[in-house]
Nanobody, 137 residues
Framework: QVQLVESGGGLVQAGGSLNLSCTAS????????MGWFRQAPGSEREGVSF??????TTYYADSVKGRFTISRDNAKNTLQMNSLKPEDTAIYYC????????????????????????????????WGQGTQVTVSS
């Protein structure tokens, strides 16, 4: 049984920092990329950051570039969040996706002339329960 367990959320003042961690257990292979998503009340879920299965590739939403840093050590990843703003307030979710499967699918799409979906549009396989981050002004 796969589990993703997030930790590190909390209440912080604007300008402060938080580190979110996500530990995965039971993943079927080492081919899983990991990501962070967030959802604020009344808003759609958005992709925050991505890290590939070997840590060699990272992506960030424009709204967090230069402030958030993602890293991983095998099945654990950490999202370091600095210079937090009230608009960062949301429930943050960790997710894992079989990157080999996605890459195969994206290759087929490109071969057929179709632009592959962005990382945050992929069909992520596993999700954590979420951790609340609240940034006060």
């Amino acid at each position: 049984q796969v589990q993703l367990v997030e930790s590190g959320g909390g209440l912080v003042q604007a300008g402060g920092s938080l580190n979110l961690s996500c530990t995965a257990s039971g993943l079927p292979s080492d081919d899983y990329a990991m990501g962070w998503f967030r959802q604020a009340p009344g808003s759609e879920r958005e992709g925050v950051s991505f890290i590939s299965w070997n840590g060699g590739t990272t992506y960030y939403a424009d709204s967090v570039k230069g402030r958030f840093t993602i890293s991983r050590d095998n099945a654990k990843n950490t999202l370091q969040m600095n210079s937090l703003k009230p608009e960062d307030t949301a429930i943050y979710y960790c997710a894992a996706v079989d990157e080999r499967r996605v890459n195969k699918n994206n290759y087929r799409l490109r071969a057929g002339g179709t632009r592959p979906p962005a990382w945050f549009e992929w069909e992520w396989d596993y999700w954590g329960q979420g951790t609340q981050v609240t940034v006060s002004s």
